[in-house]
């Protein structure tokens, strides 16, 4: 996996990491027409459905990711 950041319109900075996953060709399918659907890249689907997963099975965790995203 590779660190790489990224500049926001605030100008601030986020460490962000590079991750290659393999899905079974149907999953695969349905993200891109998920993607397609939103006007969306394949990736933000994909980040978004983690998001929500964090959200919902440790949002502590997400709290905390939050709070040091603010700052």
């Known amino acids: 996996m590779r660190l790489q950041e990224k500049r926001h319109d605030s100008g601030a900075h ?3 990491v590079r991750a ?3 899905f079974p060709e149907a999953q695969y399918q349905v993200l891109e027409r ?3 659907e939103n006007k969306v890249s394949l990736a933000w689907v994909v980040r978004d459905a983690i998001d929500g ?3 919902s099975r440790w949002p ?3 709290q905390s990711t939050d709070a040091e ?3």
């Open 14 to 16: 986020e460490r962000t």
């Open 20 to 22: 290659s996953i393999s």
């Open 34 to 36: 998920i993607a397609a």
């Open 53 to 55: 997963y964090l959200k």
């Open 60 to 62: 502590l965790l997400t």
């Open 69 to 71: 995203d603010a700052q």
